[in-house]
């Protein structure tokens, strides 16, 4: 089990996503978004959670976020959100469908998402974000 796993599952889960398709997915929080979606993730915080003779076990937490480039037209907003909803669902199943992540986890869970409004570069995007959580044992062996 390990983090390096854990985030490689991540992307490979994301990037098999179809509904919608991302257009591109960054391991990390983007700078520049070019294209419309772009799933993103990155390492939120990691804390120990919990300590045997042996080895240490730890808690991430990832944020997974999705950037559409918001468009005028209402048709366009409307058919948005029925994409924005999709990912949500898309994502959640993928994760829920393989919970230890290749094996490289014990545990991992989705939160509760939540969508709004991200201005970058004096343009404006509606974003979902969704915590994700991942229990990865024995991570740190510790030796005497």
Request: charged share 15%; with cysteine; net charge negative.
């Amino acid at each position: 089990m390990s983090t390096s796993g854990v985030l490689s599952t991540i992307q490979t889960h994301l990037e098999g996503i179809t509904n919608p398709t991302p257009q591109v997915v960054v391991r990390g929080e983007p700078i520049i978004i070019n294209a419309s979606p772009t799933f993103s993730f990155w390492l939120q915080s990691h804390s120990q959670d919990f300590e045997t003779l042996g080895d240490r076990s730890t808690r991430l937490s990832i944020t997974i976020r999705c950037y559409w480039r918001l468009e005028q037209a209402q048709q366009v907003k409307e058919s948005l959100e029925l994409e924005i909803y999709n990912a949500i669902v898309s994502i959640k199943q993928k994760l829920s469908a393989d919970a230890l992540l290749g094996g490289n986890c014990q545990y991992s869970i989705c939160g509760t998402a939540d969508s709004g409004y991200l201005e970058q570069s004096g343009i404006t995007y509606k974003v979902i974000t969704l915590p994700f959580d991942v229990d990865v044992y024995g991570e740190e062996t510790i030796t005497p």
